[in-house]
Each structure stands twice: as structure tokens, then as C-alpha cells.
């Protein structure tokens, strides 16, 4: 059964920390995402990755960075967090070709007070 | 401009109705076409993926017309169970895969 593993279910952080969200798959993917969904905004990418030490920014990656130092781990660091990063965070693998599926994490949910 | 535009909804039939959702993509690059479901507090989940010849999948079909630019889902017999959110992903390029914000769909009695 394939996996993807996300650290925390809820997480509450100050104004101000770092804070890491830790993604694990198990299906020796190449592709990883970060993705935040908002209500009336959708999934929206962070930040992907294709392969080990890769990243390429998507629509929003102000306020974050991420590190792929093994294939199957998947960071997303929120360098100070604010309250404005408030929100779920989802984390998703596919194989490297384009007609795969994709299959996320159960998610975070992420405050920030 | 958004890489991905789907109806905002929600939509709220009663059973057995029939059902469309559009969304249309910005890239006429882009190389493939999903469905994904997400039931309330879950994650996404792959529906369908959608070919340039249109795909059915019992009571549920997909289109592709490249040169608008669009996608649709087409559900047949609505059921309870088919009250989700319906979410549309367009995959750009090298596996950068963009998602509208989704269709809320609400099945009633």
C-alpha cells in the first residue's frame, strides 16, 4: 500500500519560530510537492522538487524554503512564521513521468499565533 | 492570471440529477489532465485522468478540448456519496502539477 507520511496532523507555533513540516514517502518517487489549500483559494504550490538536492518554486514560495537531501524526504521550512501561514499544508509524490497519479499526505494543520 | 480556473460552485442537486464542471487551463503547453476528489478533512484523491479522446468511468465522463483550453467532468446519476469537493489539475510541464480550487458538490435526498 502506497504512502506518503506527513509528521504532524496539527501543529501550533508562535509569531516568529521556524517551523519544519516533514514529508516521507515510500514509493521511491522522483516528484515531491508542498502545496497550502486555503478555503475559496484551493491547493497552491509552494514549492516541487524532482530530484534529490532539486527545487523549483511554484506560485507562492515567499515565506519558505525547502530541502530534498534523500529521494524520499521532503521538507518545507517556514523560515518565521507568521499568522498569515496559517492554513493546511499538503505534501504529494508521483512517479516522474506525466500521466501518473499523485498521492498526498493526510496533511498539516498548520496555526500560527 | 491563474494557471488553473474552475466554477467556483457550490453546486447543490438532488438525486439522481445530472451534473457538469468546467475549468479551463492557461498553457496550452500542458501535458496532462486530472480529476482528484477530496472529501471533507481528507486529501486528495485521483478520480480520473482525462484523455484528449474524453474517458468514461461508469457514471462519470471526461473531455479534453485542447483548443479551448478546457476540462470537464460529467456525473451521471448523482448519488450521496458523490458530495465532495472536485478539484481539476493541469500538469504544466516536468510533473508541475497545478490544481484549481475546486467545485464543492452537495448531493441531497
Known amino acids: 500500500d502506497v504512502k506518503v507520511t506527513q509528521s504532524s496532523r496539527y501543529l501550533v507555533k508562535r509569531t516568529g519560530e521556524k517551523v519544519f513540516l516533514e514529508c516521507v514517502q515510500d514509493?521511491?518517487?522522483?516528484?515531491m510537492f508542498w502545496y497550502r489549500q486555503d478555503p475559496g483559494l484551493g491547493l497552491r504550490l509552494i514549492y516541487f522538487?524532482?530530484?534529490?538536492?532539486?527545487?523549483e518554486k511554484g506560485d507562492i514560495p515567499e515565506g519558505y524554503s525547502v530541502s530534498r537531501e534523500k529521494k524520499e524526504r521532503f521538507s518545507l521550512i517556514l523560515e518565521s512564521a507568521s499568522t498569515n501561514q496559517t492554513s493546511m499544508y499538503l505534501c504529494?509524490?508521483?512517479?516522474?513521468?506525466?500521466?501518473?497519479?499523485?498521492?498526498f499526505g493526510q496533511g498539516t494543520r498548520l496555526t500560527v499565533v | 492570471r491563474k494557471e488553473v480556473e474552475q466554477d467556483p460552485g457550490p453546486f447543490n442537486v438532488p438525486e439522481g440529477a445530472t451534473v457538469a464542471f468546467n475549468c479551463t487551463y492557461s498553457n496550452s503547453a500542458s501535458q496532462s489532465f486530472f480529476w482528484y476528489r477530496q472529501d471533507c478533512r481528507k486529501e486528495p484523491k485521483l478520480l480520473m485522468s482525462?484523455?484528449?479522446s474524453g474517458n468514461e468511468d461508469g457514471r462519470f465522463t471526461a473531455q479534453l478540448n485542447r483548443a479551448s483550453q478546457y476540462i470537464s467532468l460529467l456525473i451521471r446519476d448523482s448519488k450521496l456519496s458523490d458530495s465532495a469537493t472536485y478539484l481539476c489539475v493541469v500538469n504544466i510541464r516536468n510533473n508541475d502539477m497545478r490544481f484549481g480550487a475546486g467545485t464543492r458538490l452537495t448531493v441531497k435526498p
Open positions: 522538487s524532482y530530484d534529490v538536492k532539486m527545487k
Open positions: 514509493m521511491d518517487h522522483e516528484n
Open positions: 504529494a509524490s508521483i512517479r516522474g513521468t506525466t500521466q501518473t497519479e499523485a498521492f
Open positions: 482525462v484523455y484528449s
